[in-house]
Each structure stands twice: as C-alpha cells, then as structure tokens.
C-alpha cells in the first residue's frame, strides 16, 4: 500500500489548464492528519487526480474531500468504534450513501460526491500504487428524482394512440400495394391534361386533381425523388415558372411534379390548387421520423425495453434463433444494450435484452418491429446499391429509417442519394420525431402536455415495470431478470422508488401493521417474547443476531428458513432469511432479554421522526403502537434500568431505515 507514503510533501497540485490548486484541507478541516490512513488516501487521490482536471474540477474535488471529512466527523461521533470510518478500505455502499444523505440534509448539491467517487474509481484504475477499487454506488440526478410511470388515465389514452396510429401506417402499407400496381401516367395522357389546364385563363382554376398512387408510380419509374441532382432541379425550378415552358411539358415526371410542388414554382399548381402537395405525397410512401418515433416508443411500452435498446434493434436478426425454430404464436424478441457499460470495461461489451412477444396485433412488439422493418424497405433498397455507405453504417441494420426533412427534399445536393436517409439513431431525427407525433397524440398528465422526448424519457420503461410488477406479483428478483440488470439494486433505485409505487408499498406496508397491531392486542401474536426463566429452543436453526460491535443481542430467529412475513419467499434448502427488517411482521421472531434497549430505542428513534416531520405519523403510527405494547407489558423494571445504561454509552443503536442494517448483523 504504497499510497500511504505518497505526497505527503506536496501541498498543491497543478491542473491539466496549467492552475496551482492548493490542498487547503489542510487547514479547512482540524482532524486531518498524516497518521490517519484514510486522510493519506483522500490526499494521494488529490494529488493524483487534480492533473487531469481542469481547474473548477479540481476545485470541486478538494471541496468533496472537506465535505466528506465533515461528515466522517459526524459519523465516527456517533457510532461504535468498530463502525468507524479510518481508513479507505471503510468507505462501502453504506457509507458512500450516508455521506449523500448527509449532503442533502446540509442543503448542499450532490456534486461532492460525484467528484468524489470519480477521483476514487479513476485513480485506483488508473495507477498501480495500492489504492483499492471500492465499490459505491454511481451519483446522479436521477437518484435524487426517480422517473414516474405515466398515470393510469395517460397511459391508457396513450394505447389509444397506439392503435390509431398503427391502423394509419398500415394505411401506408397498402398505398404502396397500390403504387406498385398501379400504371403510370402515360405521355399521350399527361398532354391532353397540361392543355386543358394552360387554356384557363387568368387566375382560373380547375376541380382536376392528380391521382396520388399513378403519380407515386410515375416519379418511382423516373427515378425520383432519388435520382434528381441539384443540376436537374435547378433547371426545373425555372421551366416550371414559365409559361411556355410548361406548355411543352411532354415528360409525365415533369408533369407530375408542374402539380405537386408548391405554387411559387409551378403553373400548373396554380390551375390545379386541390393536388396532393409533394411533401405530402412523399410522406403517404416513404416512412417519416414521426412514423418510426412513434412505433419506437410503442415497442418500448410493450416490451420494457429502453431507448437505446430499441435503436439497437436489427432488422435481420431481432428474432431469438429457438423462435424461428418452434412453432408458435409467442416469440423471444432480442437486441443489445450499448450504452453505459460498465466503467471496469475498457472495450465495447454490449448486454443481450430480451422480451416476450405474441406475433399478431397491433399491441405486438414483435409486430411493430416487422412493420418499421416494412416501412423502412424502400429505402434500404437504396442504401443496399449505393457504394458510399460503409458495412458498418448503423443505417444498413437499423428498422427505423427515414427521408431527410429539408423543404427543398425534392432534390439532391449531392450525387451520393444516401444522404437523403437517416436513421432514428440521429438525435435530431429521434427528438423530432417524438414531438411529431406527441403533438398528434395530445397526452395529458395532471392537466399539463406531453410535447417532448424529454417529457417521455425513460418514463415508458418505468411504466411497463410498474404494471408488470403490480400485475404479475412477480418478485423485485425476477422483474430485475426481465429488464437484463445484474443487480436488483438497480431495479429497485431507477425503476421501483418512484413515487406510485412507494405509495403502493405504504399501503401494503399499513395493510401488515395494522394486522401485526391486531395480532399484538387480541393476544394472537405469533412471534415469541423470551424471558430468564424460558429456555431458548435448541433447533440449529435458531440464530440470535448480534450488530458488529455489540455485547447486546438484537433478537433471534426461531427458524431462519421458514419466513412468514407477508410477501416472503420460500428459501432453497440451506438458504436462510437475513432480511432483519422484516421481523415484525414474522412470526419466527423471539424477543430476548438483551433486545429491550434496541426496542426502546427503535420507539425514541420514531416518536422524534414524528415530531420533526408530521407526514411521517402515517407511515410509522402501527410500529409505535406495537413497540409501546411490547414495552409495556415487559413487566421487568431491573431490566429496564439496565437497558436504559446501554443506551447511554451509544449515540444510536438503530438507524431509522432497518433494511440498511443488514450488512452490520451477524449471528
């Protein structure tokens, strides 16, 4: 551990824009000192890390080292000696998460800590000088306000959308039928009409409209809109102004597009004002960023996926191999997950997401994926015979493909026709997108709109894993399964802490004390209160948990591997529950005589949680009333002086979340 030693000479360190930045921790915190280990590694990562920063990051750092030095105070002021924070090696999730929480309360922004925990990763990475790599958790705004799935209402208008628009694209899908059918104008045809048209006089005009799907045909047959280089155009442009001109128009394309374009170009236009524009005309063939940001979104509600996994999708190999192989009408649907991979990874390693799928209707993730891959065919034709598009190119196996959007779309600016074809992997196209086809759906929240990507961002996700978990029952466990995440921590910080469903959890959670207080008065408690004289059960499954650093025992587990608290799950042989916060609500807990300060304590601990925040009464009203039942009838006032003298020598024996106890509980 050769960090120890490092620097302890160096006073400042200079910043990657050439700035000095003094370790004024130095002075700024009256406990840091050489002889603590922890202060010597916060004061090698300083130094270490300052050179490739800028100098207002540099800044922040030496800002998180006073910080969280403050908060180390506090927390060794108030803790066991064996809980202490001395060195580096003590810092873990638990702690990290404290000194967050510890920003929040002081009003401070959480910038600290992300600085923080970046010099700390990076430097152990990056050096080979003994700093350990520690685990703690990322930082970030989305901890502090976790996405909300869309109301029932919204989410419900939302599927109506969905099934209007896939009806509207199937539309799409049959015009194209019809334009490959269908017989293009003829030369003979085109003529007799032009004249018809030029012979009004003045500003007169016809009821004549062009047929869309003939005239659809006729530009595809002359290589439009794909084959019009800007030359072509710019000699269009001006025959189609004059009159002249257009009096000799014998081409059907040149026809075609003397009815479409807008009125400042043609003349024709001007005698025939009720045909389809040519933007219009464009957009009833080839698939727009709005068609494919909307089906996007779709298959994100449907299959819980995310952004990222959803543009990764590839038009060829979306389907699990074993679908193709079995036959049915249910299929495994498959893509990658790119982005934030993790930071111990120096190489690209995509994550393989799945989702389950039925292969009809218009509520079909599988179905929405064939048809983007449909609407998008005409224009991988053209990307398949162009030589400019590279093998990689994100295009060549994208399903969401999409024309340019210029006014002038009509013609090139360049011989290369690719470049009139993007992808919703183009952020501006993606954006776009959305907001097209929110303002169509016209979604309301809470009396407000819906109108950006922004507005929706990873809220459709929340959304599928909201009502997956309140509709199948299915443990955290498997949901975290479902959505690809190695870790259940995820699932429960970024997707199961929004505010419907801790509401949801509250209710239940009222729904078992009230039933635990109702079992604690009419005497049908199935938990045991132990006293001197009972010996305590000699099964091999009874444990009694201890907190590190404690002489006192917490309580006991009359069998570990058989819990009852509403919502466990049954544990594989072997297996036994640590889950200390849910003790209450088992019938398998078996109060000692050593359990009375950490119970009286555990009433304090809530009675003055009440007192600072009243909306807190609700929340903890049950376990008070159970905890001044179980006090009350002690009957042991010895005990109670004893308990009373423990408490005094700690600060705090509980912390007010007992879930974070976990990890400090041993047997």
Same mark, same amino acid.
């Given at each position: 551990?050769? +960090?120890?030693?490092?620097?302890?000479?160096?006073?400042?360190?200079? =910043?990657?824009?050439?700035?000095?930045?003094?370790?004024?921790?130095?002075?700024? !915190?009256?406990?840091? =000192?050489?002889?603590?280990a922890l202060?010597?590694?916060? !004061?090698?990562?300083? /130094?270490?890390?300052?050179?490739?920063?800028?100098y207002?990051?540099?800044?922040?750092?030496?800002?998180? /080292?006073?910080?969280?030095?403050?908060?180390?105070?506090?927390? *060794?002021?108030?803790?066991?000696p064996?809980?202490?924070?001395?060195?580096?090696?003590?810092?873990?999730?638990?702690?990290?998460?404290?000194? #967050?929480?510890?920003?929040?309360?002081?009003?401070?922004?959480?910038?600290?800590?992300?600085?923080l925990?970046?010099?700390?990763q990076?430097?152990?990475?990056?050096n080979?000088?003994?700093?350990p %790599?520690?685990? /703690?958790?990322?930082?970030?705004?989305?901890?502090d306000s976790?996405r909300?799935?869309?109301?029932?209402?919204?989410?419900q208008?939302?599927y109506?959308?969905?099934?209007?628009?896939?009806s509207?694209?199937i539309?799409?899908?049959?015009f194209?039928?019809?334009?490959?059918?269908?017989?293009?104008?003829?030369?003979?045809?085109?003529? *007799?009409?032009r004249?018809? %048209?030029?012979s009004?006089?003045?500003?007169?005009? @016809?009821? $004549?409209? #062009?047929d869309?799907?003939r005239?659809?045909?006729?530009?595809?047959?002359?290589?439009?809109?794909?084959?019009?280089?800007?030359?072509?155009?710019?000699?269009?442009? *001006?025959?189609?102004?004059?009159?002249?001109w257009?009096?000799?128009?014998?081409?059907?394309? !040149?026809?075609?597009?003397?009815?479409?374009?807008p009125?400042?170009?043609?003349?024709?236009?001007?005698?025939a004002?009720?045909?389809?524009?040519y933007?219009?005309?464009?957009e009833?063939?080839?698939?727009?960023?709005e068609d494919?940001?909307?089906l996007?979104?779709?298959?994100?509600?449907?299959?819980g996926?995310?952004?990222?996994?959803?543009?990764?999708?590839?038009k060829?190999?979306?389907?699990h191999?074993?679908?193709?192989?079995a036959? @049915?009408?249910?299929?495994?649907?498959?893509s990658?997950?790119?982005?934030?991979? =993790?930071?111990?990874?120096? !190489?690209?390693?995509?994550k393989?997401?799945?989702?389950t799928?039925?292969?009809?209707?218009?509520r079909?993730?599988?179905?929405?994926?064939?048809?983007?891959?449909q609407?998008s065919?005409?224009?991988h034709?053209?990307?398949?015979?162009?030589?400019?598009?590279p093998?990689?190119?994100?295009?060549?196996?994208?399903?969401?493909?999409?024309?340019?959007e210029?006014?002038?779309?009509?013609? %090139?600016?360049?011989?290369?026709?690719?470049?009139?074809i993007?992808?919703?992997?183009t952020?501006?196209?993606?954006?776009?997108?959305?907001?097209?086809?929110?303002?169509?759906?016209?979604?309301y929240?809470?009396g407000?709109?819906i109108?950006?990507?922004?507005?929706l961002?990873?809220?459709l996700?929340?959304? $599928?894993? +909201?009502?997956?978990?309140?509709?199948s029952?299915h443990?955290?466990s498997?949901?975290?399964?479902?959505?690809?995440? *190695?870790?259940?921590e995820?699932?429960?910080?970024?997707?199961? @802490?929004?505010?419907?469903?801790?509401?949801?959890?509250?209710e239940?959670?009222?729904?078992i004390?009230?039933?635990v207080l109702v079992?604690?008065?009419?005497?049908?408690?199935?938990?045991?209160?132990?006293?001197?004289?009972r010996p305590?059960?000699?099964?091999?499954?009874?444990?009694?948990?201890?907190?590190?650093?404690?002489?006192?025992?917490l $309580?006991?587990c009359v069998?570990? @591997?058989?819990?009852?608290f509403?919502g466990?799950?049954?544990?594989?042989?072997?297996?036994?529950?640590?889950?200390v916060?849910?003790? $209450?609500?088992?019938?398998?807990i078996?109060?000692?005589?050593?359990s009375?300060p950490?119970?009286?304590?555990?009433?304090?601990?809530?009675?003055?949680?009440?007192?600072?925040?009243?909306?807190?009464?609700?929340?903890?009203?049950?376990?008070?009333?159970?905890l001044?039942?179980? %006090?009350?009838?002690?009957?042991?006032?010895?005990?109670?002086?004893?308990?009373?003298?423990?408490?005094?020598? +700690?600060?705090?024996?509980?912390?007010f979340?007992?879930?974070?106890?976990?990890p400090f509980?041993?047997?």
């Amino acid at each position: 551990m050769r +960090y120890l030693s490092m620097y302890r000479s160096e006073e400042s360190a200079t =910043s990657a824009d050439s700035i000095k930045i003094s370790a004024t921790y130095y002075t700024e !915190h009256p406990l840091f =000192s050489f002889l603590n280990a922890l202060c010597c590694a916060l !004061h090698y990562v300083f /130094i270490r890390y300052v050179p490739d920063l800028s100098y207002s990051k540099g800044y922040e750092l030496r800002t998180a /080292i006073v910080e969280f030095l403050k908060f180390r105070e506090q927390h *060794n002021a108030r803790l066991h000696p064996s809980l202490h924070i001395n060195k580096i090696e003590d810092i873990g999730v638990e702690e990290f998460r404290l000194f #967050i929480d510890y920003l929040r309360r002081i009003g401070r922004s959480l910038y600290p800590a992300v600085r923080l925990r970046a010099a700390l990763q990076k430097v152990a990475k990056n050096n080979d000088d003994g700093l350990p %790599l520690l685990t /703690i958790p990322g930082v970030g705004a989305k901890s502090d306000s976790p996405r909300e799935p869309l109301a029932l209402s919204t989410d419900q208008e939302f599927y109506s959308f969905m099934d209007k628009e896939v009806s509207r694209l199937i539309v799409k899908l049959l015009f194209r039928g019809k334009v490959k059918r269908a017989a293009p104008y003829s030369s003979q045809e085109i003529i *007799n009409i032009r004249d018809k %048209l030029m012979s009004l006089e003045g500003e007169g005009s @016809s009821a $004549w409209t #062009i047929d869309p799907v003939r005239a659809m045909r006729t530009l595809l047959d002359a290589g439009y809109p794909f084959g019009c280089s800007r030359p072509i155009s710019d000699t269009l442009r *001006n025959g189609l102004l004059r009159k002249k001109w257009v009096k000799r128009i014998t081409s059907p394309e !040149h026809f075609v597009l003397s009815c479409c374009l807008p009125y400042s170009y043609s003349q024709l236009r001007r005698r025939a004002p009720n045909c389809i524009s040519y933007t219009d005309l464009m957009e009833k063939y080839y698939p727009t960023s709005e068609d494919h940001a909307a089906l996007a979104c779709f298959i994100q509600r449907l299959c819980g996926w995310n952004k990222e996994s959803v543009l990764n999708l590839d038009k060829d190999r979306f389907l699990h191999p074993l679908s193709e192989v079995a036959n @049915s009408n249910v299929v495994m649907i498959v893509s990658e997950k790119r982005k934030s991979q =993790s930071s111990a990874k120096r !190489h690209e390693s995509p994550k393989t997401v799945w989702a389950t799928s039925t292969k009809k209707g218009p509520r079909s993730g599988y179905y929405l994926i064939l048809m983007a891959k449909q609407l998008s065919e005409p224009l991988h034709e053209i990307l398949q015979r162009s030589d400019g598009v590279p093998g990689d190119d994100v295009r060549r196996s994208s399903p969401f493909l999409c024309l340019a959007e210029d006014s002038s779309g009509w013609a %090139l600016s360049e011989p290369e026709p690719n470049i009139r074809i993007y992808s919703l992997n183009t952020t501006t196209y993606w954006n776009g997108g959305v907001a097209g086809f929110l303002e169509r759906a016209q979604l309301y929240e809470n009396g407000e709109l819906i109108k950006s990507a922004i507005d929706l961002e990873g809220r459709l996700r929340v959304t $599928w894993e +909201y009502n997956d978990a309140r509709n199948s029952k299915h443990p955290l466990s498997l949901i975290a399964l479902k959505m690809g995440h *190695n870790d259940i921590e995820t699932t429960s910080t970024h997707y199961d @802490s929004s505010g419907k469903a801790i509401s949801d959890r509250k209710e239940r959670f009222r729904e078992i004390q009230e039933d635990v207080l109702v079992r604690f008065r009419d005497g049908k408690f199935q938990g045991t209160i132990a006293s001197t004289g009972r010996p305590r059960p000699s099964d091999p499954t009874f444990r009694i948990l201890t907190i590190i650093g404690h002489e006192r025992a917490l $309580w006991a587990c009359v069998d570990s @591997s058989s819990p009852d608290f509403p919502g466990a799950e049954k544990l594989e042989s072997g297996e036994r529950c640590t889950k200390v916060d849910k003790c $209450w609500g088992c019938k398998q807990i078996y109060l000692l005589g050593d359990s009375l300060p950490f119970l009286m304590e555990r009433l304090s601990t809530l009675e003055r949680a009440v007192e600072a925040d009243d909306a807190l009464y609700d929340e903890c009203r049950d376990e008070i009333s159970v905890l001044e039942y179980v %006090l009350r009838n002690w009957g042991d006032e010895t005990a109670t002086t004893d308990a009373l003298t423990y408490m005094r020598k +700690y600060e705090a024996l509980l912390p007010f979340d007992m879930k974070s106890l976990i990890p400090f509980v041993e047997d």
